[in-house]
Nanobody, 132 residues
């Protein structure tokens, strides 16, 4: 049984940074690409960032480039999303997801631009609320 558990959400002020973590158990984490998605109130779930199994490749949604960084710690089965300069529009439930993919940036981009139905495993989500 694969489990993904997110943490780090909460109520933050606009302009502050935030660090979200996701711990994956039940599989060899290093075999999986990892992703962060988010769902804002009244909107569809959207891709935020992805990282390859090696950690050498990343891919970000255009709106988040320069403001967030995804990283992974395979020794601790964790993937981290650091978001800087938070905005009220960043208010959403943030989800971690995992999928076995070949190494490289192109597979991550394909996930970003396709239906999220292809993702094998999802966490329960963590709420991030940004106040102005």
């Amino acid at each position: 049984q694969v489990q993904l558990v997110e943490s780090g959400g909460g109520l933050v002020q606009a302009g502050d940074p935030l660090r979200l973590s996701c711990v994956i158990s039940g599989r060899t984490f290093s075999n999986y690409a990892a992703f962060w998605f988010r769902r804002a109130p009244g909107k569809e779930r959207e891709f935020v960032a992805g990282i390859s199994w090696s950690g050498d490749f990343t891919y970000y949604v255009d709106s988040m480039k320069g403001r967030c960084t995804i990283s992974r710690d395979n020794a601790n089965n964790a993937v981290v999303l650091q978001i800087n300069s938070l905005k009220p529009d960043d208010t959403a439930v943030y989800y971690c997801a995992a999928l076995q993919l070949p190494d490289g940036q192109e597979p991550l981009a394909q996930v970003a631009h396709s239906s999220d139905d292809s993702l094998d495993y999802w966490g329960q989500g963590t709420q991030v609320t940004v106040s102005s």
